[in-house]
């Protein structure tokens, strides 16, 4: 399905708001994340990280995280919010993965601008997922 352009902007925005929120005092690196599902519901995240560092949680994994607590599991585009439009981590990139292999990931800056954007099967080819353990769930049935 077609993101617009118009779309595309909004989910940025988005991003760039929540980043707002990131709980980032170790790192200082605040990441803000919006996800578009299917039927248009929009789930945001920033990362929240911890005293004991290991428990930080990505904002992508926040709002994946968020989306599927409430049993949004289709999903279209995500854009991911950073000071200069840094890309998502591996761990996110396969937690993606286990629900969208085409997803469209958006990589914008604090300034709110469009920088880049690429399908996930660009930013995580061959991956391994559900189809290699025989789970056809029907989201994500060939990779
Ligand atoms: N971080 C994210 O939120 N997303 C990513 O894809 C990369 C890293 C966070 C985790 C940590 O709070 C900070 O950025 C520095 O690694």
Known sequence: MNV??????????????????????????LVGAALLTKEG?????????????????CAERVAIFKAVSEKALEWLAMAIVTKDGGAP?????????????DLL???GDEKGN????????QLLPDAFG???????HGLNATT
């Open 105 to 107: 990931v958006l990589l």
């Open 4 to 29: 617009s352009l118009d779309a595309k902007h909004r989910l940025i925005r988005l991003a760039c708001e929540v980043r707002k929120h990131a709980y980032a005092p170790y790192s200082n690196y």
């Open 130 to 136: 559900p189809y290699n353990l025989n789970l056809t």
């Open 114 to 121: 469009l920088l880049r954007e690429m399908t996930l099967k």
């Open 41 to 57: 519901a929009i789930f945001s995240g920033c990362n929240v990280e911890n005293a004991s560092y290991g428990l930080t949680c």
């Open 89 to 101: 981590c591996g761990a996110c990139r396969q937690v993606m993965n286990e629900f969208n292999s």
